[in-house]
């Protein structure tokens, strides 16, 4: 029923915006939602619903709708993509490290902090990659020492927020 009553007006809010189709209507952490009530917990993302009209699949539990685009509000079908919540993270480290002006300028070890996306594709990296020299590798990818690396994988170090 819920889902049935948003798509008759689902695109009546939405507009182009360069070369998005941005949700105009409730939007929850710049992301649009559709809810059935005011105040419901639990709204359905409006990326979801655009899915569905466009698949008539509903998203696999566990699994996100991503945008190719990096814009939180887009709804357009050719902007999304279905992807666990690892490459969530990854997609999200991706982001930030374009988006980053200069990789990391730490004054110290002490002082080095990761973003829970980068731990997270550390810890991925750590578990694609046992083999010897694994650490000067990974740490070679990700801007920091193998000291750095051996801490995350052993849970010495945490997100910096
Ligand atoms: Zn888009």
Redesign the pocket.
């Known amino acids: 029923m819920i889902i049935t009553k948003s798509l008759e007006s689902f695109y009546e809010k939405t507009e182009i915006v360069e070369?998005?189709?941005e949700w105009t209507g409730t939007r929850r952490n710049n992301y649009g939602i559709v809810t059935s009530r005011p105040n419901s917990k639990s709204p359905i993302q409006a990326t979801h619903i655009a899915w569905f009209l466009q698949t008539g699949e509903v998203v696999p539990d566990g699994k996100f709708l991503l945008?190719s685009?990096d814009?939180p509000p887009?709804v357009?079908f050719d902007?999304l993509f279905v992807g666990t919540h690892e490459e969530n993270m990854l997609d999200m480290y991706d982001k930030g490290r374009r988006q980053r002006a200069k990789p990391y300028t730490p004054k110290s070890d002490a002082g080095w902090r990761f973003s829970l996306a980068e731990i997270y594709a550390i810890r991925e990296a750590l578990e694609k990659d046992k083999s010897w020299g694994c650490l000067t590798r990974i740490a070679r990818r990700f801007d920091t020492s193998p000291t750095q690396i051996a801490s995350i994988r052993d849970g010495k170090l945490h997100a910096s927020r």
């Open positions: 070369e998005c189709l945008h685009c814009n887009c357009l902007h």
